[in-house]
């Protein structure tokens, strides 16, 4: 199977995550701009996952300019980050409506970390498949950048009992070091082009 209908049915999930995230935004029934003023939390904790998709998205399409050929493993590690990403949704508007209390808050970096662990092994399953001298093995070396998220999101899951927003300055932070789309894979793929 070529590279391209994994990205394509990878790039059709997303926006459908998309889409499921910001029919989630229930509009006021009122005109005045205070009717806005309670739905703030639902929407800010959409901006952030709209943000995390849109990383993802990017970091995916680097990602699968590195692969020559997709195997079974490959396919099912692929599958296992969009179930993750698949609970965006749910664990975005849930944090939302509560107002970003504890439980919901901590299920939100439950799911972040999961997408950042299946990412990982994505990363493994694609190295595996083009042995350990591929562009992204070289590319993300031993991955320091990922690794770390994967902690930050971890201490996030257990501030949030003690204090919520502790969590979400950790989520914005991590968010922050991936905004821009993963350099690394970058500058791989461009030095293979020339």
């Not at 299920?107 to 399953?125: F, K």
């Not at 501030?159 to 791989?188: C, G, N």
């Amino acid at each position: 199977m070529g590279k391209v209908r994994l990205e394509a049915f990878s790039d059709g999930v997303l926006a459908i995550i998309i889409t499921i995230m910001v029919l989630g935004l229930r509009a006021p029934h009122s005109g005045q701009w205070s009717a806005l003023r309670p739905l703030l939390p639902v929407f800010l904790s959409y901006v952030l996952s709209f943000v995390y998709i849109g990383i993802y998205w990017n970091n995916h399409h680097h990602l699968v300019h590195t692969v020559s050929r997709v195997g079974g493993g490959m396919l099912w590690a692929n599958l296992h980050l969009l179930f993750w990403l698949s609970l965006f949704p749910f664990a975005t508007g849930w944090m939302g409506e509560n107002r970003f209390s504890p439980l919901p808050t901590a299920l939100y970096g439950v799911v972040l970390m999961m997408a950042a662990i299946a990412w990982q092994i994505l990363q493994r399953s694609i190295i595996a498949g083009h042995g350990s001298g591929s562009m992204l093995a070289n590319a993300i070396g031993r991955d320091l950048k990922g690794k770390s998220s994967v902690a930050f999101y971890a201490v996030a899951i257990f501030a949030a009992f003690m204090s919520p927003w502790i969590s979400r300055v950790l989520y914005v932070s991590v968010a922050l070091l991936w905004l821009v789309p993963d350099r690394r894979i970058e500058k791989v793929v461009a030095e293979r082009r020339n």
